[in-house]
């Protein structure tokens, strides 16, 4: 019996698996996953899967300023279906505490 190849994921799978894996992504200083912090401003997934993600950071002169959005990088390029990866970080509009979610508001005390 042959084995049958995976069929191809929609945009919004992929965009789903891609959001699964921002949240293993953590600020070092912060107990709490980027998408979740509101780092994460948008995701575009191209119809050959590649990605595009634009994304801030807590402050300008954060001390993961260089390596996290690298890590955003490689962890989403490690996802099987994506063709390719492009991480842009921007300070527009800057990033506030009321972009967190609910839940990130609750597990730092914000609620």
């Known amino acids: ?3 049958k190849e995976p069929k191809p994921l929609t945009q ?13 992504v953590f600020d070092p200083e912060i107990p709490v996953d980027i998408y979740e912090l509101g780092l994460i401003y948008t995701i575009d997934i191209f119809p050959i899967n590649n990605v595009m993600i634009e994304m801030t950071l807590t402050s300008p002169m954060c001390p993961v300023a260089e390596t996290l959005p690298q890590e955003v990088k490689d962890k989403i390029a490690d996802l099987p ?30 609620m």
């Open 81 to 110: 279906e994506v063709n390719d990866v492009q991480v842009e970080v921007v300070f527009d509009p800057p990033w506030d505490q009321e972009m967190m979610s609910e839940a990130a508001k609750l597990e730092l005390g914000f």
């Open 1 to 3: 019996m042959e084995a």
């Open 12 to 24: 919004e799978q992929l965009r789903e698996k891609v959001v699964d894996v921002l949240h293993t």
